[in-house]
């Protein structure tokens, strides 16, 4: 199944993050070691490992010299300016409205045969009812500091989007933690809903759905 534009731009983002943690490691220094040597506060290298903070081009610069690899800072200037870019735009299609970045992912689900599913935090879009997808849309867009004034309307294109769920030529293996079943989103009305539809999409011939208990080790 295709890759959302957000699921993109921030994988994009943590492999610059990513490779910029082994370089530390692999020169030996702690995070507190490379921030006295970048000249900053500990936190920022914190920030920028964990892909919260994009590092800036002399930051990069700094970063590979204080572990002495200077010679692969511009490679990673260049991998972080591509990852801002996807970000970037991705954040300019939110801005433009939470419902039009929904509809932008319509073709790709009816082109998609099979899709396959893990979520260990929220049920998977392709399950969600209206209630659910606009609380947990609402509270993405309140976390990440993007408009959501169409948040309404962006739930129930998602829901639309959805349908895909019924019709034929598709089949969908979807595996949750149980302790998505437990964090409620919305108000009570719309979890029972909500834990309501799984029972209905679990039963359909076209969907595996899986549940791992929480007393799994």
């Known amino acids: 199944m295709p890759v959302s534009p957000s699921s993109s731009a921030q994988a994009a983002r943590q492999v610059v993050?990513?490779?910029?943690?082994?370089?530390?490691?692999?020169?030996?220094?702690?995070?507190?070691?490379?921030?006295?040597?970048?000249?900053?506060?500990?936190?920022?290298?914190?920030?920028?490992?964990?892909?919260?903070?994009?590092?800036?081009?002399?930051?990069?610069?700094?970063?590979?010299?204080?572990?002495?690899?200077?010679?692969?800072?511009?490679?990673?200037?260049?991998?972080?300016?591509?990852a801002e870019s996807m970000y970037k735009e991705w954040r300019d299609q939110v801005r433009r409205g939470m419902k039009q970045l929904q509809d932008s992912m319509v073709q790709f689900f009816q082109d998609t045969e099979l899709f396959r599913v893990y979520s260990s935090t929220m049920v998977p879009g392709l399950l969600q009812t209206e209630g659910y997808a606009a609380a947990l849309l609402s509270s993405i867009a309140d976390f990440r500091g993007i408009p959501h004034n169409d948040g309404a309307a962006a739930a129930a294109a998602r829901v639309e989007r959805s349908r895909v769920i019924h019709q034929p030529g598709h089949r969908f293996a979807l595996l949750i933690e149980e302790s998505v079943l437990y964090s409620q989103l919305g108000d009570a009305d719309a979890m029972a809903a909500q834990l309501g539809y799984l029972l209905t999409a679990g039963a359909l011939p076209q969907v595996s759905l899986g549940i791992i208990p929480m007393a799994t080790r």
Not at 20 to 35: H, M, P, Q, S
Not at 47 to 66: K, Q, Y
């Open 17 to 82: 993050a990513q490779r910029l943690r082994d370089l530390r490691k692999n020169a030996g220094l702690t995070v507190v070691e490379l921030a006295s040597r970048c000249g900053w506060r500990h936190s920022k290298t914190s920030r920028i490992e964990n892909a919260v903070t994009a590092p800036s081009a002399n930051d990069i610069r700094a970063w590979a010299a204080a572990c002495g690899v200077a010679d692969q800072a511009e490679d990673l200037v260049v991998q972080s300016l591509n």
